[in-house]
């Protein structure tokens, strides 16, 4: 899946613990155009449950999570 | 009277560092996270501290993180590094004569299941880059090389050892930059390496900020969590003050440094003819040294001729501070096969931009006196 989606932009929060990936893609995605979306990297397994609570709060779309071994690779659509 | 050689320890800030620092005391107290007028004076402060140490090392602002200390610095390279790299890869590559941060942090990696290759230096305390090349294995996540001695001031050949990037591209290149960069150019943009520790302190900021520069693509895990502070990389509120002294500092070392070079090259080249005509060997490489270092090794007690000169107004020391307070041989002057009895009369003076060639020669001239003395109550 991971391949047919066209990320605009990534934002790498390796070695960051939630909420500072969190805080990171909130603040990376407000830059990004409406429609647009951002792969974010983490290894805090904290981002599986804490990015699509931020997704429904925040009104943005969580397109797809990708887990690597001990990474995710998650991807969000900008909504609003 | 009191003469200052002890440069290399910590260098006192010029007056236009001090005021630059002063309204950050004061009434720029607020906390860059924060929202008001006050706030964004204080985050555009930070902005140009941070462009002023990038471009003192031909980086880009986005890759300095602030940081405490050099020894900070220094840890977090090697610490940082082991977690990203932790159950991927588990060795790492040092030289002998790294700085304690280094070498006392490849220790404790040790401990915990990192280990480590020292390459050894020749009697001039250089490192030859085709010895590094040979300690990496496929198990290699980093190395760290200093570019300059705090102790015995010798240049490594970091041009040389950085051009090993190309052929050893997953290792992570790290260098301690922290001597060198105040007196000579550093260019990252010709140089890969993808960390590199920068001390306030040593370039005549304050004390209590130090930056790692690291290179964007770098995985690194943080050593201190918490909050957004330095994009999450090193949680803590910044020391503002000492960050815009440090940005100051190195605003007035990239414009001056080649000027500081000149006169500091003249005197040690001056105290380096005394110390010939009084028959005392210089440690390590001349050629290939920073030109605010005069490391010596007396033929009598180095503790007792530091006492004399003290008497005579003059600051110096026997070396590393570390192994100064421990009474301990250092790891530095062993790994260039000074024996312990030699590095006993380990001396270092270390001069400054205030420096003058009267106050080089006076401490050249109480030197030879009170060495002749010590000499003459030997057995």
Redesign the interface.
């Known amino acids: 899946m991971k391949d047919d989606i066209a990320v605009a932009a990534v934002l790498?929060?390796?070695?960051?613990?939630c909420p500072?990936?969190i805080?990171?893609t909130a603040a990376r995605v407000k830059s990004m155009k409406k429609g647009e979306i951002l792969k974010v990297m983490s290894d805090d397994p904290g981002i599986l449950e804490d990015m699509p609570a931020w997704c429904t709060t925040s009104g943005n779309e969580l397109v797809h999570i990708e887990e690597r071994g001990?990474e995710y690779d998650v991807y969000i659509r900008k909504l609003r | 009277m009191s003469l200052y050689f002890n440069n290399a320890f910590s260098k006192r800030p010029p007056d236009k560092v001090l005021q630059a620092m002063q309204p950050f005391w004061s009434e720029q107290f607020e906390n860059p996270l924060t929202e008001s007028e006050g706030s964004e004076r204080v985050r555009e402060a930070l902005q140009t501290a941070r462009l002023h140490v990038a471009e003192l090392i031909n980086a880009t602002p986005e890759e300095i993180y602030f940081v405490s200390s050099g020894t900070e610095a220094n840890n977090w390279a090697l610490k940082g590094l082991a977690h990203a790299w932790s159950g991927k890869k588990d060795h790492i590559v040092i030289s002998a004569v790294e700085h304690f941060s280094v070498y006392q942090t490849a220790q404790f990696l040790n401990r915990h299941g990192i280990k480590t290759s020292i390459v050894s230096v020749d009697r001039e305390g250089r490192v030859d880059p085709q010895s590094i090349a040979k300690k990496i294995t496929p198990q290699t996540f980093a190395l760290s090389i200093q570019c300059a001695s705090d102790e015995i001031g010798v240049i490594q050949d970091h041009t040389e050892i950085a051009k090993l990037k190309s052929q050893f591209t997953d290792v992570v290149f790290h260098t301690d930059a922290i001597q060198f960069v105040c007196y000579e150019e550093l260019n990252l943009r010709q140089e890969p390496f993808d960390l590199v520790s920068i001390s306030s302190n040593a370039i005549y900021g304050p004390p209590g900020a130090a930056a790692l520069f690291i290179k964007q693509g770098t995985r690194i895990v943080p050593l201190i969590h918490g909050g957004m502070q330095e994009e999450g990389l090193r949680a803590g509120l910044q020391p503002i003050a000492n960050i815009v002294g440090f940005g100051k500092a190195a605003e007035l070392a990239k414009g001056s440094r080649k000027e500081w070079n000149k006169h500091l090259a003249k005197l040690q080249t001056s105290m380096f003819q005394k110390i010939e005509n009084l028959e005392i060997p210089i440690t390590g490489s001349v050629k290939n040294r920073i030109v605010d270092n005069i490391h010596i090794l007396v033929d009598v007690d180095g503790e007792a001729l530091l006492s004399l000169l003290l008497d005579d107004g003059i600051s110096a020391s026997t070396g590393s501070t570390c192994y100064q307070y421990a009474q301990k041989e250092s790891h530095v002057l062993k790994a260039l096969g000074i024996t312990s009895e030699h590095a006993r009369g380990a001396i270092l003076f270390t001069i400054g931009i205030d420096t003058t060639q009267s106050d080089a020669n006076f401490a050249m001239d109480s030197l030879g006196k009170n060495l002749k003395h010590l000499r003459s109550l030997k057995p």
């Open positions: 790498d929060t390796f070695g960051m613990l500072i990936p805080i990171k001990a």
